[in-house]
């Protein structure tokens, strides 16, 4: 009998894959929301269960300096040459990131744009990373097992792989999985964008990228992919919709035998009450006291009373770009009687300007019970999950959503509403199917919102039933193992879908 080789816990016994990665955010060098997160744990997941990973992104300004650029790429873009340099940085064992090196389009203010502005020229930044990132993986010795696209700004590479590449014997076997974060960013940019990027003329249709006479990166990679995953089951049901289609419903559904949810993770190094340095405090799940000093420093950064009875007090808490589809107009709606509850609020996020002056309004008006910090800030973030009660999420729709998981394994109960991945996340304390993590509403409507915040707050009073709903959420599995293995399972079935496909042209 040939002898066992041991295994990781977890790990993938089939032949490791080479994965080539491309997106527009990674944590920890840049983010403006989930999908930084996600981009930042699971290469180091994939990388855990023996795969390796190459990870292609922008070296924005906010990135720093991270190494020289050995290799260089000429891209032809816009009437111009374009000089990228790559800057390959080992990152873990079997995970690297691969930054694109070119002041020009990446050494600015902002990600995608500055001071509610869109850059103009994203079309071409984003184009640039596509390209870059075939070129990249065509000039390996060895193509990679397939390529990973995030989201709009990575979907031309589905769309250039299957044309500008298709002659290429390598890169003709190597399948492409497109992961939709949020359907509702979907790349939509003029049609002299055809010839900036210099795509075919013939792309411009409705089996490529044109979407109401616009060009849509999103919707090139949705009809190119091997296989599109996005970031819930319950999601990737509702895009199927009209209401939630964003207008992409008709070829989602035509492409639904290649659609799948896979609900996000999160990383466990980062996000634990146990050991994250960004508390003043630590604490678990089998003792939770220590969570009332991590209350009393969120107090105190908000400039709110933390007396014994000011701790006494609910603080519910959101951390959340300030727009409708998390719920803001709700909350706008209902803000009188979300101010007559008997609770403290904290609020972290930036966003409409109109949302931002409520809550700035708010907090004028309520300055012993309400603090609002307009901005974006990691360790607050941190700090105001360790603190509060309760995080609410009233999302209109939510893909999958991070904050509910992070809320759930600091002891912060969640108050959502039933979509997306906020519904494959939390379970409700009604519900039958086990212990409840949270407290889930149906209708988007104030008063759905507003009686689930009156029954969490009841509840509150009910120290053990609070105590064992904080439990049951800080010890759910929130890791990233299960979701990077599933993710393996649909790599796995793009590349014996691409074996197929080219069997079938007797390749
Ligand atoms: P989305 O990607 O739609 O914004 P997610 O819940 O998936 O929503 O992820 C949001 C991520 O961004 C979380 O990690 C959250 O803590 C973080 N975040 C959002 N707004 C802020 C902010 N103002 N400051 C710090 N972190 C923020």
Not at 484 to 506: M, W
Request: net charge negative; proline share 7%; glycine share 10%.
């Amino acid at each position: 009998m040939p002898a066992l080789r041991a295994l990781a816990p977890g790990a993938d016994p089939a032949p490791p894959l080479s994965i080539l990665m491309v997106a527009s955010e990674a944590v920890p060098y840049a983010k403006t929301g989930g999908l930084a997160d996600v981009v930042g744990a699971l290469p180091g997941a994939l990388a855990r269960l023996g795969h390796h990973v190459t990870l292609v992104m922008p070296r924005y300004r906010e990135v720093g300096t991270v190494g020289t650029a050995r290799h260089h790429l000429e891209l032809g873009l816009d009437g111009r040459r374009l000089e990228v340099g790559l800057v390959e940085v080992e990152v873990a064992d079997r995970y690297q990131v691969v930054f694109l090196d070119c002041d020009a389009l990446y050494d600015r203010e902002g990600l995608y744009g500055h001071a509610g502005i869109e850059h103009s020229d994203n079309a071409v930044r984003y184009g640039a990373l596509c390209h870059a990132a075939c070129e990249y993986g065509q000039q390996l010795e060895v193509p990679p097992s397939v390529v990973h696209a995030h989201d709009w700004q990575a979907a031309l590479v589905p769309v250039l792989l299957r044309t500008r590449y298709a002659a290429d014997p390598a890169w003709r076997r190597v399948p492409v999985v497109l992961t939709i974060h949020n359907l509702a960013y979907q790349g939509l940019f003029p049609p002299d964008t055809m010839r900036v990027l210099d795509l075919p003329a013939s792309l411009f249709s409705l089996e490529g990228l044109e979407y109401w006479n616009q060009v849509s990166f999103l919707k090139g990679g949705i009809n190119f992919a091997d296989a599109i995953t996005t970031v819930s089951p319950t999601y990737a049901r509702e895009i199927l919709t009209p209401e939630r289609g964003e207008g992409f419903d008709g070829i989602l559904t035509q492409r639904r035998d290649r659609l799948r949810g896979i609900v996000n993770g999160i990383d466990g190094a980062v996000w634990d009450p146990c050991s994250d340095p960004l508390l003043p405090a630590s604490y678990s799940a089998a003792d939770v006291g220590p969570k009332r000093e991590v209350k009393r420093a969120v107090l105190d950064r908000f400039g709110l009373p933390s007396d014994d009875l000011s701790l006494t007090r609910p603080l519910v808490a959101m951390v959340s770009r300030m727009i409708d589809q998390k719920g803001l107009d709700l909350i706008c709606e209902a803000r009188v009687e979300l101010m007559a509850l008997p609770v403290s609020w904290v609020i972290l996020g930036t966003g409409e300007p109109r949302h931002e002056a409520m809550w700035r309004a708010l907090a004028v008006a309520h300055p012993e019970r309400v603090g609002a910090r307009i901005g974006f800030d990691e360790p607050l973030a941190h700090l105001i999950e360790g603190g509060a009660d309760l995080f609410l999420m009233p999302s209109r729709f939510e893909p999958c959503g991070l904050n509910q998981m992070y809320s759930m394994r600091y002891g912060t109960v969640p108050v959502v509403r039933a979509t997306g991945g906020l519904a494959d996340t939390v379970r409700d304390v009604e519900s039958t199917t086990g212990p409840g993590t949270g407290f889930v509403f149906d209708d988007y409507t104030a008063s759905a919102m507003l009686a689930a915040l009156h029954e969490a707050l009841a509840t509150f009073g009910d120290r053990p039933r609070w105590a064992a709903i904080q439990h049951a959420g800080m010890t759910q599995d929130f890791s990233w193992t299960a979701s990077a293995a599933a993710y393996v399972h649909e790599y796995r079935n793009a590349i014996e879908r691409r074996q197929r496909a080219g069997a079938g042209r007797g390749e």
